[in-house]
C-alpha cells in the first residue's frame, strides 16, 4: 500500500484544495462482501441480533437486485467484492473522553478542512458528531442536549444506548429493499448520525455533522435517522470533503427523517467530494437515497442542498407527505465542471390534504459536466387541494456543458394545484463583460454571476453554512470560463 | 489622455470603424454624434475592450499606456468607465454589492484600502442623492426589472461611486425623460473637473444643452468626418447628417 506522501506526490494536488490523505492505520475488513462479512461488521459494532439479522434480509434482497441505469449518468462498472466494508481508526475500543484524547493527525485534517473543532465547541454554539471513516470520533455539546432530552449521537452508538427507538424507526421511510443502493446500504451501513428531538423542544443548535471518505477502497455507508417529536425543531447540517485519490469510491447513504405533527426537520447538505481530475479519473461516486416522512399534521421537512462534488451523483432527497396540511420543500444547487455528472432531484408525494410541497433547483454545468434534474410531483388520490410549486433553472458555462431536465408530474386529484417554472440560461459573455467593465476580474465576475442565480437557495441555508456554500461554489467552478 | 490614433476595427469578418482619430485631453468634454449604426457604440466598446471586437490597425492610448495591452478589468483599473448603451442585468445580485464589489476591486488594484460595508454605504448614499437614484433600486438586484431610464441613471450612479478619469456614456440620455435627463446632466456636470474627462455618444443635441461639450465630433460610417465646437451640434440639428456631409467636403 502506497504511503500517504506516495499518494499526494502522485497527483495533482493543487488542483483541489483538500486533496490530502491522512495515514491512520486501519482496521479493516478484508475486501468484498458476504453473509460472513455483514455477520464481522455487526460484531464489531456488538450489534444486537435483532439489527443483524435486519442487514442480511437487506444483503438477500440486494442480491436479487441490479443496479439502476436509468439515470443520466455513465461510469465503470463498479465492483462489489473489491470494496471494503468496514474501516475504523485504532483507537476506536478505546473511547476518547475529550478532544484532547484524539489522535492530532485527525485534528490536524479537520484543522485543513478548516473545522477547528474546538473554536466551533465555543463559539459556534455548533454541536459536531464528526465521522471519521466510519466511527465517529468525536461528539461534542452532548451534555448540553441532554439536558433538553435531545438525543444526538453516532448511530453505533444509539444502537447500543436506544435500540428501542432505533428499532421502531429504523427503514421505515427508507425500506431496506427499496432500491438497490439503499438495500446496500442496510446491509453494510457503517456509522452515521442519529437525533431525537423530543415533544415540544426547540433544538437551540444546529447539529452538525462532518463527513470525510479517507480509506483507501472502502466505500462509506452512512446511515442517520432524524426523528422530530411532536411540536418539535430542528436543522440539521451535513458537510463533507473527501481527499484525492486514484480510484473511484463508492458512497451509498441512507437518511431517513420522520416529522410528527407540528414538528420541522431542516435538513442542510453541502457537498463536496472529490469529483475527480479534469478527465474524470478518481472522483466519488455518489448514490444516496434521502427521505423524510412528514408523518403528522402540519408538518414540515425541509431539504436544502448544494452538490458541488462527486464524480457522479444519484441523489433524489424526497418528502412523503403524509399529515394533513404538511410541507415538503427542496432546495438545491447542482454544480457539474469538467467531467461531473449530476443526476440529482426530489420526489414529492402528497398524500394528505392540503398538503403543499415547493422545488427549487438550480443546475450549474461548466466544462463538460452534466447536470440533470429529475423531479417527481405525485399527488394521490386521497390528497384533497394539494399544491406544488416548482421551479428549475439551469446555468450552462462554455458549450460543452450540458443541462437536462425530467420533471414527472403525476396528478390523481383534480383539485390540485402546479406550477412549473423552468429555464435554461447561458452565462452571459455580456454579463462578464459588464463585471469587467466595472474592474471586477472574470473569476469573481463568474462567482458573483453564479451566486447570484443560486439565492433562492442560499438565503435557506444558515448563515456559517452559505458563506462555506458561496466559497465552494467558487472553488469548484474555478477556470470555467476563459 | 485619451489617443485614438487610425483606429480601424471589426466585428464577425465586418469592417466598423475605418480609421478614427479621436484625443481627448483631461478636462475636455467631448460629444460624438453620428447616424444609426456609424459605429459610436462600436468604439466605446472597443475602448473598453471587448473581445469580439478586432483591432486591425492603429492605436488607442490612455495617459500613454497601450490599452490594446490591457485586459477589460485593467482598464477600469485605470480609470475607464463605459455606461453601457445597454445595461446588462445580473439577476439575484444586489445592486449596491456590485457596486461595493467593483469599487473595492478598482482601489485593491491600485493599492489602496477597500472601503468597509459603513463606508461603502456612506459614500453611495450621497452619489445616490447627487444622481438621485431611489434607494429601493440600491437593494435591487442589478439593472433586472428596471426600466430603460432607471437603468440609465443606474450607469450613471455607478460612474459617480467608481469616479473615473475618463468616462464614455453611450446614449446614456435616450430614454429618459426630461427631469431625468436634467438629474443625469447635473451629475456629470458636477463630476467635471480638471483631471477628468469625459466622451458623451449622443442623438440629440438636447443633452448638449446641459452638459456643454467643448469639442463634437460626428462619425459617419466608421470615420470621424467632421469635428468642431458646440455649435457643430446645432448645426447638425439643422440640417441632419447628410446635409452636414454634403456641405462639409472641405472640412
Ligand atoms: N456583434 C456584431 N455582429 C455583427 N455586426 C455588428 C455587431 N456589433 C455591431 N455590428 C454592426 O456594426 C455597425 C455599427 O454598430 P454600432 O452599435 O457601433 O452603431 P452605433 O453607431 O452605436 O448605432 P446606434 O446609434 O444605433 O446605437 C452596425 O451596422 C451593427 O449592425
Ligand atoms: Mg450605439
Known amino acids: ?482 | 489622455m485619451l489617443r485614438v490614433s487610425d483606429l480601424h476595427a471589426k466585428v464577425e469578418e465586418q469592417k466598423i470603424l475605418k480609421g478614427v482619430d479621436l484625443e481627448v485631453n483631461a478636462g475636455e468634454v467631448h460629444a460624438v454624434m453620428g447616424p444609426n449604426g456609424s459605429g459610436k457604440s462600436t468604439l466605446a466598446q472597443v475602448l473598453a475592450g471587448r473581445e469580439d471586437y478586432d483591432v486591425t490597425a492603429g492605436s488607442l492610448e490612455l495617459d500613454g499606456d497601450d490599452l490594446q495591452e490591457m485586459a477589460p478589468e485593467e482598464r477600469a483599473h485605470a480609470g475607464l468607465f463605459l455606461a453601457f448603451q445597454y445595461p446588462v442585468e445580473i439577476p439575484g445580485v444586489g445592486n449596491s454589492y456590485f457596486l461595493k464589489a467593483a469599487l473595492n476591486a478598482i482601489r485593491k488594484a491600485r493599492g489602496e484600502d477597500e472601503l468597509d460595508a459603513m463606508d461603502f454605504l456612506q459614500l453611495l448614499r450621497k452619489r445616490a442623492e447627487l444622481v438621485d437614484v431611489d434607494e429601493a433600486l440600491l437593494r435591487r438586484p442589478v439593472n433586472e426589472g428596471f426600466s430603460g431610464g432607471e437603468k440609465k441613471r443606474n450607469e450613471i450612479l455607478q460612474m459617480a461611486v467608481l469616479e473615473p478619469r475618463l468616462a464614455v456614456l453611450d446614449e446614456t440620455d435616450s430614454g429618459l425623460d426630461i427631469d431625468a435627463l436634467k438629474t443625469v446632466a447635473a451629475g456629470v456636470n458636477a463630476l467635471r473637473s480638471e483631471d477628468r474627462a469625459f466622451v458623451v455618444i449622443t442623438h440629440y443635441q438636447r443633452l448638449l444643452n446641459y452638459i456643454v461639450p467643448d469639442h463634437v465630433h460626428v462619425l459617419l460610417d466608421g470615420r470621424i468626418v467632421r469635428s468642431g465646437g458646440s455649435e457643430l451640434a446645432l448645426e447638425l440639428e439643422e440640417k441632419g447628417y447628410t446635409g452636414l456631409t454634403n456641405g462639409s467636403s472641405g472640412d
Open chain 1, 1 to 482: 500500500m502506497p504511503t500517504a506522501a506516495d499518494t499526494i506526490g502522485a497527483l495533482a494536488e493543487r488542483d483541489y484544495e483538500y486533496g490530502f490523505v491522512t495515514d491512520v492505520e486501519q482496521d479493516t475488513a478484508p475486501p468484498g462482501l458476504s453473509e460472513e462479512i455483514i455477520a464481522f461488521i455487526s460484531a464489531k459494532k456488538n450489534e444486537p441480533q435483532w439489527l443483524l439479522d435486519w442487514r442480511l434480509q437487506a444483503y438477500r434482497g440486494w442480491l436479487k437486485m441490479v443496479e439502476p441505469t436509468w439515470a443520466n449518468v455513465r461510469y465503470e462498472p463498479i465492483d462489489y467484492q473489491s470494496i471494503c466494508y468496514y474501516a475504523a481508526p485504532k483507537s476506536d475500543d478505546d473511547r476518547p473522553k475529550s478532544l484532547d484524547e484524539i489522535d492530532p493527525e485527525i485534528l490536524a485534517t479537520y484543522e485543513k478542512l478548516g473545522i477547528p473543532l474546538r473554536e466551533q465547541e465555543m463559539l459556534a454554539g455548533v454541536a459536531v458528531d464528526a465521522v471519521f471513516d466510519s466511527v465517529s470520533v468525536a461528539t461534542t455539546f452532548r451534555e448540553k442536549l441532554a439536558e433538553l432530552g435531545v438525543i444526538f449521537c453516532s448511530f453505533s452508538e444509539a444502537v447500543q444506548d436506544h435500540p428501542e427507538l432505533v428499532r421502531k424507526y429504523l427503514g421505515t421511510v427508507v425500506p431496506r429493499r427499496d432500491n438497490f443502493f439503499a438495500a446496500l446500504n442496510s446491509a453494510v451501513f457503517s456509522d452515521g448520525s442519529f437525533v431525537y428531538i423530543p415533544k415540544g423542544v426547540r433544538c437551540p443548535m444546529e447539529l452538525s455533522t462532518y463527513f470525510r471518505i479517507n480509506a483507501m477502497n472502502t466505500g462509506q455507508f452512512e446511515r442517520t435517522l432524524i426523528i422530530a417529536e411532536e411540536g418539535s425543531y430542528v436543522s440539521y447540517l451535513e458537510g463533507c470533503t473527501a481527499p484525492m485519490r486514484d480510484e473511484n469510491q463508492l458512497h451509498a447513504a441512507v437518511v431517513e427523517l420522520i416529522a410528527h405533527e407540528d414538528a420541522q426537520i431542516k435538513y442542510s447538505t453541502v457537498q463536496n467530494w472529490y469529483p475527480g481530475d479534469k478527465e474524470g479519473v478518481g472522483g466519488i461516486y455518489n448514490f444516496v437515497t434521502k427521505r423524510g416522512l412528514c408523518e403528522g399534521r402540519r408538518s414540515k421537512i425541509s431539504w436544502t442542498q448544494v452538490e458541488t462534488g462527486s464524480a457522479v451523483t444519484w441523489k433524489y432527497p424526497s418528502c412523503i407527505l403524509r399529515g394533513d396540511d404538511s410541507v415538503g420543500e427542496f432546495y438545491s444547487v447542482a454544480v457539474s465542471n469538467n467531467r461531473q455528472q449530476a443526476d440529482t432531484g426530489t420526489k414529492m408525494i402528497h398524500v394528505g390534504k392540503r398538503t403543499s410541497s415547493t422545488i427549487i433547483s438550480k443546475g450549474i454545468s461548466a466544462g463538460e459536466g452534466q447536470n440533470t434534474y429529475r423531479g417527481s410531483v405525485r399527488i394521490l388520490r386521497s390528497a384533497e387541494d394539494a399544491r406544488n410549486f416548482s421551479q428549475c433553472d439551469s446555468m450552462l458555462i462554455g458549450d460543452r456543458c450540458g443541462a437536462h431536465t425530467f420533471p414527472y408530474i403525476d396528478v390523481a386529484n383534480p383539485s390540485a394545484q402546479m406550477e412549473h417554472e423552468a429555464s435554461t440560461s447561458k452565462i452571459g459573455e455580456d454579463q462578464i463583460f459588464y463585471c469587467n467593465q466595472r474592474g471586477i476580474d472574470t473569476e469573481d465576475a463568474v462567482s458573483m454571476i453564479v451566486n447570484g442565480f443560486c439565492k433562492e437557495v442560499f438565503r435557506e441555508l444558515p448563515m456559517e453554512f452559505a458563506v462555506e456554500a458561496q466559497k465552494l461554489l467558487e472553488v469548484s467552478l474555478e477556470g470555467s470560463v476563459g
